[in-house]
């Protein structure tokens, strides 16, 4: 190696590179204008050797210069299984170098989320939701930027990063407008697939992306011949390095190196030599110069590609079974040929080691020529290596992937150990992966169902129709009994439920519990199976209501299982309009002495979201609204803290606007169903939450007088049939068919509530609370049809009536008045007051208000009436009410 190497290999790699690091300066510039400066995002983009690391260490530069922080990770090829791998080494250095009670006020309710993954927090007991700790990281960065600002964030080689990080990288790169980070990324085009290429995709598209970095051109490559051989070199050999290499800067610098080394005269008749010293430098070429190295030298570098990261020269000694002095002796042979280098010290961390290879390529080459066997076999013994060291079964799982299997029952076991590890720290994908591999070692018999059950439980929400392979396989071998049995059974419905199997979700259930003895697991079973049929479905069993009650009969609230079939038979009650006394008694009986029961909490795993959200729905429509309320923030209030970001605070969110909506709190009922679709829309289209998200919001909307808006998010967020088969909450039909008619369309507005009429008879009745189109129809039908108007406002009174609660009554009370004149219509809308000014229904005490004052003429009616409108929130009410006050003559 001559001295001008180093300068040369900076110059190549730059050269040709001006618009790019302008482009960094004015990123750069942009974000260290103010503290309130928005974040940015560049891209640099293009193959193996053109730079794009060299541009990484520019930024850096640049931005030291100006006084950023700057912090840098990079992916590895073989890496990519390691979750969080790279944001964790990008952040954990930050963190690290706190005190864990810094740490802990620093990152405040993050710091248990977000800390497992980042390597500073032992994981907590229950599994980690993966979108709460991509939250969490994502607060950290922002609450680092605040600290370290400016802040620079480099990630290298992001095509090789972990699944984890690139889902942290989108979420990050969503939120740079109030994020003062400059994030900049540096990946090849292609190289990953699947998810991963998604997350890669919409990490990097919204930013501006330098573009696709080109090659060099002829002259520049004639410029760096004559830097490194000298000016003496003709153009014809210039030209031939320029053919040779494609104009690629690492290679370029490669091959100049060697034709230094080989003392090749630059000219036009040594220039034919050149392709086979190029060839020399990569690949085959590669693996041929290393064994000219020795056997030695050979075997440290596949242990120092085996381990991929953290090489330090005592890892790679004990993983090659060699003496230390020949491992320094190795290390340095490596270096000397130019495979290996010591990290740069500017990007580098401790734990990084002592050596890295000099490029990716060439890590790449030496990696794929150890013979497999042997690989195998070494990433075996690095596992045990990574163990011994004390960084935990989960780190060495890379590793144990890809040992041979060999009905080795300690390597299924830490591999389940390991599965453990990462679902604590919120990678199921990474525990997947680790119970498959158990699964072709294989496990032995008595263990096999259990891997399989784990399998399930672990891949239940991201691949159903995998899940249901796996828990049917499991349930058809020995070795699975007892509760896990129970509970696999309970998994593998909702795992059938998810993929729209509800018939045969229904059936696996009923099945196992016939199969059980008189006990909770049975009564367990009973209930789940109610529970599908309660939620699912347009139709209702025949007798099924009935055989519930007798169930519910015998249950007392001594168990879970018990309580969970007087909340189902509750619900079922309060969905068909029975009795509300009734329906109260029973939810209150599920209840220990006011509260939650212990293990049926919203965070407890063995019974689902939907039993709490039932419960929860029976008080708010049996007017309960403050036991209904305290539910639904407690509910959110669970999965804030325990970092549940996903679809159980989406749904906590739109139930706690169904509470406010009911209330009459139409502003906060607005707001945290905002936040609830927004947090649906990253779960995903056309689930159950995201529609009751969109329906809340469109119903609150229509509440409040904005009916423009009101239609705008339902054509935005697809509001309209086909609708989802479960029940959602308000009824989608009646709520479609009130939209319909705020916007004029008469005749599809009377379609829509005429089938959720038949929706109701299909379920065995309704409750007009619930699902009130009888009251929107008979208004619809008043002019064209008003003697069937007639008919459903009597309906609507008597379905009240059984029901039985002061808002269901008067709602209906308010239907009839809507239908006559004169004193019976100042009678009843008196009545319907009446009722409402007893119901903590808010905004319909002051719907019914206003329109006794408009029939009554009476403007102290409606001045009471406009300021309970106003208190809602409810501004097209308000409005009425003060033209009518405006434009009237009233006593």
């Known amino acids: 190696m001559t001295e001008a190497r180093p300068t040369t290999a900076a110059s190549a790699s730059l050269r040709e590179r001006d618009h790019e690091v302008a482009d960094i300066t004015r990123a750069v ?6 503290r309130s400066s928005s974040g940015g995002l560049l891209v640099f983009r293009g193959e193996a050797g053109l730079g794009k690391t060299a541009l990484l260490a520019e930024t850096r530069r640049i931005a030291e210069s100006r006084g950023c922080t700057v912090w840098s990770a990079r992916g590895g090829e073989t890496l990519r299984s390691v979750p969080f791998n790279v944001v964790r080494r990008l952040l954990q250095p930050a963190l690290v170098s706190l005190l864990p009670e810094e740490a802990r006020e620093y990152l405040g309710d993050w710091y248990d989320i977000a800390g497992p993954a980042l390597g500073i927090a032992e994981p907590g007991d229950r599994r980690a939701d993966p979108q709460g700790v991509c939250d969490g990281l994502v607060a950290a960065v922002r609450r680092l930027a605040r600290r370290d600002w400016p802040l620079v964030l480099l990630v290298d080689d992001a095509h090789w990063a972990d699944e984890e990080t690139l889902r942290w990288l989108a979420a990050v790169t969503d939120q740079l407008h109030d994020l003062a980070v400059l994030l900049v990324i540096a990946r090849r085009p292609g190289e990953i697939r699947g998810e991963g290429a998604r997350l890669l995709e919409a990490a990097t598209a ?4 330098v573009g696709d970095l080109s090659a060099l051109t002829p002259k520049a490559v004639a410029d760096l011949t004559h830097a490194a051989v000298g000016e003496h070199a003709d153009a014809p050999f210039c030209r031939e390095v320029w053919a040779v290499t494609g104009g690629n800067p690492y290679e370029t610098v490669e091959l100049l190196a060697k034709v230094q080394d080989s003392e090749l005269e630059p000219v036009e008749a040594s ?5 086979a010293l190029n060839r020399s430098a990569r690949g085959g070429g590669l693996v041929a110069r290393l064994e000219e190295l020795g056997v030695d030298a050979t075997r440290f570098a596949w242990a120092a590609a085996i381990l991929g990261t953290g090489i330090n020269v005592d890892l790679v000694a004990r993983l090659a079974t060699m003496a230390h002095d020949d491992a320094v002796r190795c290390a340095a042979l490596l270096c000397n040929a130019r495979i290996l280098t010591a990290p740069d010290p500017a990007g580098s961390r401790a734990d990084d080691g002592d050596l890295e290879f000099v490029h990716p390529l060439i890590a790449t080459a030496v990696y794929n020529s150890i013979p497999d066997a042997l690989r195998r076999a070494m990433h075996g013994i690095a596992a045990q290596v990574v163990a011994d060291a004390g960084l935990g079964l989960a780190a060495a799982s890379r590793h144990l992937l890809q040992v041979h299997p060999d009905d080795d029952e300690e390597l299924v076991e830490q591999l389940r150990e390991a599965a453990r590890e990462h679902l604590a720290v919120g990678a199921p994908d990474a525990a997947r992966r680790c119970l498959e591999r158990a699964l072709e070692e294989p496990p032995p018999p008595e263990v096999h169902a259990q891997v399989l059950y784990e399998l399930g439980r672990a891949t239940l929400l991201t691949a159903p129709a995998r899940t249901i392979g796996h828990l049917r396989t499991a349930l058809a071998m020995p070795g699975l009994d007892g509760a896990d049995r129970v ?33 909770p697991a049975r009564l367990r079973l009973q209930a789940v199976q109610y529970m599908w049929e309660g939620i699912y479905g347009e139709s209702a069993s025949p007798g099924r209501s009935e055989r519930l009650a007798r169930l519910a009969g015998t249950c007392a609230g001594r168990d879970n299982s018990e309580r969970a079939l007087l909340i189902l038979r509750g619900f079922d009650a309060m969905t068909h309009g029975e009795n509300v006394e009734e329906v109260v008694e029973l939810c209150d009986r599920a209840m220990v002495n006011g509260r939650l029961a212990p293990g049926l909490g919203w965070t407890d795993q063995e019974w689902g979201i939907e039993l709490l959200m039932m419960l929860g729905s029976c008080y708010a429509y049996a007017d ?13 209030r669970a999965y804030t803290s325990a970092g549940w970001s996903g679809g159980h605070l989406a749904l906590a969110h739109a139930f706690l606007g169904l509470a406010y909506r009911r209330q009459g709190r139409l502003k906060d009922a607005e707001k945290v169903l905002r936040d609830s679709l927004r947090l649906a829309e990253r779960v995903g289209r056309g689930l159950p939450l995201y529609w009751s998200a969109t329906c809340g919001l469109v119903d609150t909307l229509l509440a409040r007088g904005r009916v423009d808006e009101a239609w705008t998010v339902a054509e935005q967020y697809g509001f309209a049939p086909p609708y989802p088969s479960t029940i959602v909450l308000p009824d989608t039909r009646s709520v479609r068919g009130r939209l319909l008619l705020a916007v004029g369309r008469l005749e599809d507005g009377i379609n829509e509530l005429e089938a959720a009429e038949k929706a109701a008879a299909a379920r065995g009745g309704h409750n ?12 619809a039908l008043a002019a064209q049809d008003p003697a069937r108007a007639v008919r459903l406002a009597s309906d609507a009174r008597r379905q009240a009536e059984r029901f039985g609660t002061d808002t269901a009554i008067g709602e209906a009370l308010r239907c009839a008045a809507a239908l006559e004149t ?6 009843l809308a008196g009545q319907a007051v009446a009722y409402l000014e007893s119901s903590p229904c808010q905004f319909e005490h002051a719907a019914a208000r206003v329109e006794y004052g408009v029939v009554a003429r009476s403007a102290a009616e409606l001045r009471r009436g406009l300021a309970l409108a106003r208190s809602c929130g409810a501004d097209g009410l308000a409005a009425r009410a003060e033209r009518v006050l405006d434009g009237g003559d009233f006593r």
């Open 29 to 34: 510039d942009a974000l260290c204008t103010d």
């Open 206 to 209: 919204a930013g501006r992306p």
């Open 271 to 275: 220039a034919g030599e050149l392709r």
């Open 487 to 519: 509970d696999a059974v309970y998994r593998l419905s909702q795992a059938l439920l998810h993929n729209d199997q509800l018939e045969e979700a229904v059936r696996t259930v009923e099945a196992e519990a016939a199969r059980q003895g008189d006990g």
């Open 624 to 636: 309960r609204l403050d036991r209904a309320e305290s539910l639904f923030a407690e509910a959110l």
């Open 768 to 779: 007009p609370v619930l699902a009130p189109w009888t009251v929107d129809l008979a208004g």
């Open 822 to 827: 004169g004193k019976r219509a100042v009678s």
